[in-house]
T-cell receptor, first 116, second 113 residues
Framework: GAVVSQHPSRVICKSGTSVKIECRSL??????MFWYRQFPKQSLMLMAT?????????EQGVEKDKFLINHASLTLSTLTVTSAHPEDSSFYIC????????????FGDGTRLSIL | KQEVTQIPAALSVPEGENLVLNCSFT??????LQWFRQDPGKGLTSLLL?????REQTSGRLNASLDKSSGRSTLYIAASQPGDSATYLC????????????FGKGITLSVRP
């Protein structure tokens, strides 16, 4: 069964709306979670690393004020796309696990965000 | 630059055929390599994880190999089925990367009945 749960699976909203996406680890505590973005027929691009109890680490070129990350508990990280615009439309995926060398990373089912 | 490459981008085979998907990476200093499956509009499902000290891993009809010195990994699928149709992604965790995975663009596999 799934070990990482992501909600919602699909969001369609108007430009200017802020959208929150949740990522939960189901069977384990995750001090670190990862947020990715995927464009059609492209690979996953890491946006940020979410750290429980501290600030997220953003990859170069990712606006931290645009993509707010909160990791308030050991099982939940949220990504909020603030004042979303059509260019923010994409597939967003979170992952957890894999912090130790012998552990795989597990991924959520993704969120398809469409901004009209 | 540490990169992961998967060629070709797409592959179509008849049902029952054995096939090999290729993955290459630019730096042999890796912790591990992971193969994923992604169905359209879905997240990633982990298939196999190979540690840097390992040569291969097997799960059912899947076998993944790793050759660090040449910077290559292969995913072998035996007796392919239409249900195997999906995109297969290879991801590498390079040493010193703070657990970050570097992904290839994936190979979209279509198995024809």
């Amino acid at each position: 069964g799934a070990v990482v749960s992501q909600h919602p699976s699909r969001v369609i909203c108007k430009s200017g709306t802020s959208v929150k996406i949740e990522c939960r680890s189901l069977d384990f505590q995750a001090t670190t979670m990862f947020w990715y973005r995927q464009f059609p027929k492209q690979s996953l691009m890491l946006m940020a690393t979410s750290n429980e109890g501290s600030k997220a680490t953003y990859e170069q070129g990712v606006e931290k004020d645009k993509f707010l990350i909160n990791h308030a508990s050991l099982t939940l990280s949220t990504l909020t796309v603030t004042s979303a615009h059509p260019e923010d439309s994409s597939f967003y995926i979170c992952s957890a696990g894999g912090l130790l060398m012998n552990q795989p990373q597990h991924f959520g089912d993704g969120t398809r965000l469409s901004i009209l | 630059k540490q990169e992961v490459t998967q060629i070709p981008a797409a592959l179509s085979v008849p049902e029952g055929e054995n096939l090999v998907l290729n993955c290459s990476f630019t730096d042999s200093a890796i912790y591990n390599l992971q193969w994923f499956r992604q169905d359209p509009g879905k997240g990633l499902t982990s298939l196999l994880l190979i540690q840097s000290s390992q040569r291969e891993q097997t799960s059912g009809r899947l076998n993944a190999s790793l050759d660090k010195s040449s910077g290559r990994s292969t995913l072998y699928i035996a007796a392919s089925q239409p249900g195997d149709s999906a995109t297969y992604l290879c991801a590498v965790r390079y040493t010193g990367a703070n657990s970050k995975l570097t992904f290839g663009k994936g190979i979209t596999l279509s198995v024809r009945p």
